[in-house]
């Protein structure tokens, strides 16, 4: 039977909540929450992806954005019940605003609100036609001259950038614009998305040849179209490039593909871009009112400067440019860099037969490929959690609903439980002389992904080849120089080399608005990416937020998107 008491309390709240709300009566409002409480609005409120933090930022918020928002209708979401669990309710609550209807998640310690989670589902009177509202398609009865869903499609092709302006350009058609395009199509917003590549998916398809993506599907659904029921757990890039590729063409987005962005103007007083693009050879100047930069947190390599780079006689490439193993049977392989692409890059060698060495500068964070899904996505993400009925989207809002101050506390007990399962496997890792560490606070992976995109490797098979010899490493040093066919180490070791692998990551996506827009922009703009945490390559001031990702910037009309699968689809707001 169900347990109605989480019901009630949760009913009573919200019956408070949205008298004081509707009263303008902010204090008694507040009152409502925990002092260490969290309110992490997504646009509803604020316009903004913003977590407010203690009262008085949710007071301060309230202040500001109330009058405007008019929330009312506060109640558990239709057809869900609050449920009670070691002393915190939760419950799934919907309401609305003047414009917007609301969806959120709520917990409550001690009667009063702990987290609060309020998104916005959908704009009143801007709602995606979908279900009862779903289009047509055929026109039916008799009419002179009527055109097909095809003529229609080719109609706005030829004419979109040309004879009528798109309200939106997306720059970089990677999962990060294609699942930006569709959201917006679907609230038909006229887009063009340019990408340099020729086709959608190419920026996978180019990466190197045994990758496979590192996450699991159920992390992965695009938005609107889940991958199929057979679809592999973890997707080969191809595969993903073709999925996308296909997605981009049912989901009817105007993608520009060969077609590179050269550079970008904002014109303050009409406010509006002009956005100069080179396609298929010829110019063609664009005139968007906003403008996203999709073009990859992954996309722009960093590509160290050693003495001698000049003068080595074999390969060299940054990882990003690796063609796969092939062609280095019995060579000497050094790769430098020891996260998530030179673990990879280095066992594909080894498996070609070549002599791989990797050189390790700093210490790396490894995770096992299964324990991470058994002990860290499983509850939310994998077919476990499919069969008990949860979804993608209560998955990904239930994610959302942890609040980023605090979610390494959530975290570390996972790598705690991780370190103790796994701890011959990081045994004979440290064995073999490779440096780890778990993270700043020991919060591992994810905090790791969010504070600063890089530092790890999920463990698919090359930490075996390392920690029994078979992939050498040299640890702990860095690189000295090249010479005409060697690497020379700090401590002097020489490592004799046919290819030099720069596995040694990617670039801030502010590098992009500074190429395209101008270093000035880029610097009013600021750092992209990160929580502001303070810990290593991820400086403070706290910001509670991912800095400047999918939301407004210090320029106006001035987007990022972009990041793994699941922010792409979670996070195509607009
Ligand atoms: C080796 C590796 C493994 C990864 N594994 C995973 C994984 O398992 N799961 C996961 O979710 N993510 C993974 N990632 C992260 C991955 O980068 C992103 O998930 C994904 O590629 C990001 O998509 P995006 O659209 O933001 O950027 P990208 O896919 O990088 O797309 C950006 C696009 O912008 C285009 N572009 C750039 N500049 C211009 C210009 N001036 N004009 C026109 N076009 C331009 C580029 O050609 C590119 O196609 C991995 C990344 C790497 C490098």
Request: hydrophobic share 35%.
């Amino acid at each position: 039977m169900l347990d109605k008491a989480p019901n009630g309390k949760v009913s009573d709240l919200l019956g408070a909540l949205d008298k004081a709300l509707s009263a303008g009566e902010i204090e008694h409002a507040v009152d409502l929450f925990q002092a260490d409480c969290y309110w992490r609005d997504l646009v509803t409120f604020t316009w903004n992806i913003k977590t407010m933090e203690g009262k008085d930022q949710v007071r301060d918020m309230l202040k500001a954005r109330l009058a405007d928002t008019k929330p009312s209708n506060w109640k558990i979401a239709d057809g869900e019940d609050a449920s009670e669990a070691g002393g915190i309710i939760e419950s799934w609550i919907q309401f609305e605003t003047e414009v917007a209807r609301g969806f959120g998640h709520m917990r409550l310690k001690d009667g009063r609100i702990w987290t609060l989670l309020t998104t916005m589902s959908e704009l009143k009177g801007h709602e995606e036609a979908v279900g009862f509202d779903r289009p047509m398609g055929a026109k039916h009865g008799a009419e002179r001259n009527r055109t097909t869903w095809k003529e229609d499609r080719e109609a706005e092709a030829a004419e979109l950038g040309y004879s009528r302006q798109p309200y939106c350009v997306i720059v970089g058609g990677g999962q990060g614009g294609i699942a930006l395009g569709a959201r917006l199509r679907q609230l038909n917003v006229p887009t063009i998305i340019v990408e340099k590549n020729e086709r959608p998916g190419d920026s996978w398809r180019r990466r190197y040849k045994s990758l496979c993506l590192h996450d699991p599907v159920w992390y992965d659904h695009l938005p609107y179209l889940p991958f199929p029921r057979n679809w592999p757990v973890f997707s080969p890039k191809d595969k993903i490039g073709d999925w996308l590729e296909m997605y981009t063409k049912v989901m009817e987005l105007n993608y520009w593909g060969s077609t590179e962005c050269k550079k970008a103007s904002y014109d303050e007083k009409n406010r509006e871009w002009t956005v100069v693009v080179e396609r298929d050879g010829k110019e063609i100047v664009l005139k968007p009112k906003q403008l996203v930069l999709a073009t990859g947190m992954s996309a722009k390599p960093n590509i160290p400067k050693f003495e001698g780079m000049d003068i080595f006689k074999g390969d060299q490439h940054h990882s990003s440019k690796h063609p796969g193993p092939d062609k280095y049977k019995n060579k000497k392989a050094v790769v430098i860099g020891s996260n998530n692409s030179a673990h990879d890059i280095c066992a594909a060698l080894w498996e070609a037969g070549a002599d791989v060495t990797m050189v390790q500068r700093s210490t790396t964070h490894i995770v096992k490929s299964d324990s991470l899904m058994e002990l860290g996505l499983a509850a939310l993400y994998s077919e476990q959690a499919v069969q008990s009925g949860m979804t993608t989207a209560k998955a990904d809002l239930i994610f959302a609903s942890l609040p980023y101050k605090i979610l390494h506390e959530f975290q570390i007990p996972v790598y705690n439980a991780i370190r103790e399962r796994d701890a011959d496997f990081y045994k004979r890792l440290e064995k073999a002389g490779f440096l780890l560490d778990y993270g700043d606070d020991d919060s591992g992976l994810f905090m790791k992904y969010l504070r600063r995109g890089s530092g790890y490797y999920i463990d698919v098979g090359a930490s075996e080849l390392v920690a029994n010899g078979s992939i050498k490493l040299k640890s702990g040093v860095d690189v000295k120089k090249l010479t005409e066919d060697s690497v020379i180490l700090s401590d002097g070791t020489e490592l004799p080399a046919d290819v030099v692998v720069y596995a040694t990551g990617y670039g801030s996506m502010n590098g992009w608005a500074a190429d395209l827009i101008s270093r000035e922009v880029a610097d009013k703009v600021g750092k992209v990416w990160g929580l502001g945490s303070n810990t290593t390559k991820d400086p403070g001031p706290w910001e509670g937020e991912q800095r400047n990702m999918w939301k407004p910037t210090q320029q106006e009309a001035l987007w990022f998107h972009g990041g793994n699968l699941h922010q792409s689809r979670f996070c195509r707001f607009s």
